[in-house]
């Protein structure tokens, strides 16, 4: 069983950088590839990043330029640094750990972390 667990969000002034951080349990988090998801109040969760075990990366475009995606196989561990945050990147944030190709659909994730929330103040 793999079990996810976010961490960094807060609340900040917009302008403001972030460092989410999710932690994987389990021996083949190498296998995997991670993404970011958010979803804000009355909206569908949005693909926002991911990261094939290989270090491949993927950026949507509303955030591409100011969020970095990485991941530290030995840590069992990804991260996605904001920079420039917005009041509309105020959102919960979750990770997802999956073995899918299309890694921008939530459909192809099967583990998923409880969310950290990040609000950006304008």
């Known amino acids: 069983q793999v079990q996810i667990a976010e961490s960094g969000g807060g609340l900040l002034q917009a302008g403001g950088s972030l460092r989410l951080s999710c932690v994987v349990s389990?021996?083949?988090?190498?296998?995997?590839?991670m993404g970011w998801f958010r979803q804000a109040p009355g909206k569908e969760r949005e693909f926002v990043a991911a990261?094939?075990?290989?270090?491949?990366?993927d950026v949507a475009d509303s955030v591409k330029g100011r969020f970095t995606i990485s991941r530290d196989n030995a840590k069992n561990t990804v991260y996605l640094q904001m920079n420039m945050l917005k009041p509309e990147d105020t959102a919960v944030y979750y990770c997802a750990a999956g073995a899918g190709f299309y890694l921008r659909s939530s459909n192809e994730y099967r583990y998923w972390g409880q969310g950290t929330q990040v609000t950006v103040a304008s």
């Open positions: 990261i094939t075990g290989g270090g491949s990366t």
């Open positions: 389990g021996r083949t988090f190498v296998m995997y590839s």
